[in-house]
């Protein structure tokens, strides 16, 4: 299993520009999330998809849109890029787990190696 | 809403000290705690979890007790390794919520 996998690695954009940068899990989750990371500010949500065919935003949703193209695949888009949007790129994807009582827990958040976007 | 504090660093231990870093959070209802550790160039992976009171997640001699009249879950570890530097994060998800709250991430580095 290759767990997920973000496509590209590296990316140099002008100010301007547009971009998608993909992501594919194989783990068969039904969750899936898109986290910007930032020196001192942790990770943040962008946006998340609970389940195929559902998107939703996180914290900061703003500059960007995703599409959940299927269950596996998750993609993210800067229509024009700008330089605060430089920044690494994760995406993520999980399960809930049932508990004894019935009540459901969000389950590991299994994340790609990421994707380290410039903007200039 | 959902917050996670925890302790600013960066923290610098030799190897075979003793390490703690400090969370506390704020949650509106009874969340599901964890810490998520991100190597050199890589992305997060989970290091533990607990999701009741009381409960200790372990992993890789790393423990953190889930304590909710304190708010808080420490992660410890008791006698450091170079192979434990990293970024760790402490995190929290509520009942039947489908997201995760970070904190801000400790950067760990031992040296030998």
């Known amino acids: 299993n290759a767990g997920v996998t973000q496509t590209p690695k590296f990316q140099v954009l002008k100010t301007g520009q547009s971009m998608t940068l993909q992501c594919a899990q194989d783990?068969?989750?039904?969750?899936m999330y898109w986290y910007r990371q930032d020196p001192g500010m942790g990770l943040r949500l962008i946006y998340y998809?609970?389940?195929?065919?559902?998107?939703d935003k996180g914290e900061v949703p703003n500059g960007y849109n995703v599409s959940r193209l299927n269950k596996r695949e998750f993609s993210l888009r800067l229509e024009s890029a700008a330089p605060s949007q430089t920044s690494v790129y994760f995406c993520?994807?999980?399960?809930?787990?049932?508990?004894?009582?019935?009540?459901?827990?969000?389950?590991?958040?299994?994340f790609g190696p990421g994707t380290r976007l410039t903007v200039t | 809403g959902n917050s996670v504090t925890q302790m600013e660093g960066p923290v610098t231990l030799s190897e075979e000290a003793f390490l703690t870093i400090n969370c506390t959070y704020t949650?509106?209802?009874?969340?599901?705690l964890f810490w998520y550790v991100q190597y050199p160039g890589e992305g997060l992976q989970l290091l533990l979890k607990a999701t009741k009171a009381d409960d200790k997640g372990s992993n890789k001699g790393f423990e953190a007790t889930y304590r909710k009249e304190t708010t808080s879950f420490h992660l410890e570890k008791g006698s450091v390794q170079v192979s434990d530097s990293a970024v760790y994060f402490c995190a929290l998800s509520d009942l039947d919520d489908y997201k995760l709250s970070f904190g801000a991430g400790t950067t760990v580095t031992v040296r030998a």
């Open positions: 949650a509106t209802g009874y969340p599901s």
């Open positions: 993520a994807s999980s399960d809930f787990i049932r508990g004894l009582a019935g009540d459901r827990f969000l389950g590991e958040q299994y």
């Open positions: 783990m068969n989750h039904n969750s």
């Open positions: 998809s609970a389940s195929e065919g559902t998107t």
